[in-house]
């Protein structure tokens, strides 16, 4: 008898030595879970027969003190005040489903709301954008046929300037020439030297001509400043 047990002692402790080599610490977690839930799922089914037990022992109860009318209207107490603890849970649920519907209505209204500005936003600049593409491209068109004409004038201008040039230079050569012939062919009173004077002076005019015009306008302006400017002075 003694030698039986340990036999079974000793395959008991190889069981447990196998099963601790071929289950790793998942395994074990897993056989564990399970276990646990067996255990869950049968208190479950325990509960159940425990209410049903009571609900039995209720019965017989109320029908043998009281009868069996008593006990119906018992019952129906007891599934109205459960009829009427769905119903509130149900109103509950539906109130706050009603709420939540609210919510989103309000925030849809207020995205339509924002939605709606964009839009008359982006319309009120498109229309902007529009009227300053069509002023900048009048006004662009404006600088260009100012530019064109500005061009155009000055191009005239240089081509005068250009022809006055030389013909006054052409004048003023005649002039300087015929000076020199009619002073030097034609007798006169003049003295020599007021001829040489007179000649340079022609002939330093070009040069000096732009200084003396300067140099007179200066002077006109600082005469013009002595003038009072208000008219009640």
Request: net charge positive; aromatic share 14%.
């Amino acid at each position: 008898m003694s030698n039986s047990f340990d036999i079974n002692k000793l395959n008991t402790l190889i069981s447990q030595a196998t099963d601790s080599l071929m289950c790793n610490s998942e395994c074990k977690k897993q056989r564990e879970a399970e276990k646990l839930k067996q255990i869950y799922l049968n208190s479950q089914v325990n509960m159940e027969t425990i209410k049903n037990q009571e609900q039995i022992a209720q019965k017989n109860y109320v029908i043998f003190t009281q009868g069996d009318e008593a006990y119906n209207n018992l019952r129906e107490n007891e599934l109205q005040q459960q009829a009427q603890s769905i119903a509130d849970k149900f109103a509950e649920k539906i109130y706050t489903e009603i709420s939540k519907i609210k919510r989103q209505i309000d925030t849809y209204d207020g995205l339509i709301l924002n939605f709606e500005n964009i839009i008359d936003l982006f319309m009120r600049y498109r229309n902007e954008n529009k009227k300053m593409i069509k002023e900048l491209k009048e006004n662009t068109n404006i600088v260009f046929t100012n530019e064109r004409k500005t061009y155009y004038q000055d191009q005239n201008v240089g081509t005068l300037r250009f022809y006055y040039f030389y013909i006054l230079l052409s004048i003023y050569i005649i002039c300087v020439i015929s000076f020199c012939g009619f002073s030097l062919f034609y007798p006169t009173q003049t003295s020599l030297k007021i001829k040489i004077a007179i000649l340079i002076s022609f002939i330093a005019l070009p040069f000096i001509s732009s200084w003396i015009l300067s140099t007179l306008l200066y002077l006109a302006y600082e005469v013009y400043k002595f003038f009072p400017t208000n008219v009640y002075k």
